[in-house]
């Protein structure tokens, strides 16, 4: 039997796996979440004898249910490859009282590679399985890292197109260069003048505007999201929960069925989002701690119960995070709501029409396995500076985020547990912030200056992915009105 999908804002509509990769969102404007979270079907322990496919294998296949073996086999291998700059695709590095869980050893070095190295197979999968022709146009929203890690992902992959957003001057350098050198004849990059919320927002506004499908559907196109929000890199970040348990367990740091803490830097809530199924999925967890940067919106959701995006955005040093609607909650509300579609369709109406909703006490109490955090600007810095100098390690702004509550966390409770704290982008993807958060003479120079004061630094190779990045040549440079988003995407596909 297969393990139907339904969407938070109508349950009862269902559709196989395949169908909801295809789609990214529901018609409705909901998102899609599996009937139930399935059991992990080995014993724990045999997990620390499986690689890292293998364990994606394992996890992929109970969600993934329409997908034969082969199928599926095919997808992992040609994602988890070469573009990977260890073996293990992911490390488990231990450093001072906790172990980074390194997710950006792929092609754009941040963890959006962990699902976007995957999602094109899936989704081309999915098309053949369905008797889609139609071109696949994938629309995306980015904050930073998304949009690169998506481009590099679906460059050149056949009957793809893909169009990203992002808010002009609410990214890194290095980011944006990452992007706009972007080779590949169906890839479009444009910069909105909005912030990441307004990018979010009107790609949202395109897949919900029937009218505009219509029009595409007519010239042989269909649009499908790279977002967060697609059940296809939702499924795949939860493999490297499970396999950082299993690497504990192979390490000797924990026995079969101890717990642990997972700490995550967090910004539209889809990697702890995944850190949870792991643990529906039968991995061990105390706390899943949730750490944010100013933009707390998340903190003060599980402090009071209160979701409130009625707020100054903060434009921080921890870029990717800088989000005040985080559209993955949108799946926790759903389940702590008894999967009641009504129920939650009506704070997401709040949402968008006030801005704001708050939960009810029988909502709250299902909260308990999240602690919310956050770090200041100034402990942010100070974390990165600490580490580098007690412990040698050097991490970007995202980690240290998660770090510096992490610390604060253990402080405060002496919670001991054995945590993992997943580590989201490499130091030289941000290393201005990085070089001047170690030393001052360094704040403000240029990122591409400081890429070789940070290998000297951290004693890390330069990444292929900035090496040559500084004189690569600029072939995307549309700007654009948020307003005028949908008519760019027409007169980019000239529908
Ligand atoms: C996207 C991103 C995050 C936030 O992840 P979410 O799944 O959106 O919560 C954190 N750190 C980095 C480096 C990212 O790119």
């Known amino acids: 039997m297969n393990l139907m999908y339904k969407s938070t804002r109508d349950s009862s509509k269902k559709v196989t796996a395949s169908e909801a990769i295809l789609k990214g969102l529901s018609d409705d404007g909901g998102l899609f979440v599996p009937e139930s979270v399935p059991k992990l079907t080995l014993p724990l322990g045999d997990f620390a004898k499986l690689s890292y496919q293998e364990t994606a294998y394992e996890v992929m296949k109970l969600f993934f249910t329409d997908f034969t073996e082969e199928e599926l086999k095919n997808c992992i291998n040609n994602a988890y490859d070469a573009k990977f700059d260890t073996e293990n695709i ?44 139609d071109k696949i146009i994938i629309l995306t929203a980015t904050s930073g890292d998304t949009g690169k890690a998506a481009l590099a992902g679906f460059a050149d992959v056949e009957g793809t197109g893909i169009i990203v957003f992002y808010p002009k001057g609410g990214v890194s350098k290095v980011q944006e260069k990452q992007m706009v050198t972007q080779k590949g004849d169906n890839c479009k990059v444009v910069g909105i003048t909005g912030n990441f919320d307004d990018a979010q927002t009107g790609v949202k506004n395109m897949f919900n505007n029937k009218e505009l499908a219509a029009k595409l559907s007519s010239k042989g196109y269909r649009f499908s ?67 944010s940067n100013e933009n ?14 009625n707020r100054e955005f903060i434009l921080t040093k921890s870029p990717s995070m800088d989000i005040l609607i985080s559209s993955n909650l949108e799946r926790l509300i759903y389940l702590i709501a008894g999967e009641d579609s009504d129920k939650n369709k009506a704070f997401m109406e709040a949402l968008t029409t006030d801005g704001k909703y ?20 100034a402990d942010t810095l100070a974390e990165i500076k600490k580490v580098y100098t007690e412990n040698s390690y050097v991490m970007d702004t995202h980690t240290a985020v998660a770090s510096s509550v ?59 992915a900035v090496k040559g990045l500084k004189d690569a040549e600029v072939l995307h440079d549309i700007v654009c009105e948020t307003a005028d988003m949908q008519k760019t995407v027409e007169s980019i596909l000239n529908v």
């Not at 754009?108 to 022709?133: G, R, V, Y």
């Not at 308990?368 to 200041?376: D, K, L, P, T």
Request: hydrophobic share 40%; net charge negative; glycine share 8%.
């Open 406 to 464: 992490y610390r604060a966390y253990r402080e405060k409770t002496g919670d001991e547990t054995v945590s993992v704290i997943a580590s989201t982008a490499s130091p030289y993807k941000f290393a201005t912030s990085v070089m001047g958060a170690i030393d001052d003479k360094y704040v403000g120079e240029d990122d591409f200056l400081l890429i070789d004061k940070l290998e000297e630094v951290s004693g890390m190779p330069i990444p292929n």
């Open 225 to 291: 999201s790279a977002n967060s929000i697609n059940i296809g890199r939702l499924i795949p970040q939860v493999v490297y929960y499970v396999y950082a348990y299993s690497r504990l367990l192979k390490n000797g740091e924990i026995k079969e069925g101890d717990k642990v803490n997972f700490v995550v830097p967090t910004g539209n809530f889809g990697n702890i989002l995944a850190a949870y199924f792991a643990k529906n999925m039968g991995i061990p967890v105390n706390k899943l701690i949730c750490a």
């Open 90 to 133: 992911t490390e488990l590095k231990k450093v001072g009282n906790a172990s980074y869980l390194e997710l950006y050893h792929g092609a754009t070095i941040a963890f959006k590679d962990m699902a976007l190295s995957i999602l094109p197979h899936l989704l081309t999968t999915s098309a053949k399985k369905n008797n889609i022709t």
């Open 358 to 377: 708050e939960i009810t006490e029988d909502m709250k109490a299902q909260l308990e396995g999240f602690v919310g955090g956050y770090a200041s600007e």
């Open 296 to 309: 707390k919106v998340l903190f003060d959701f599980f402090e009071t119960g209160v979701y409130d995006r």
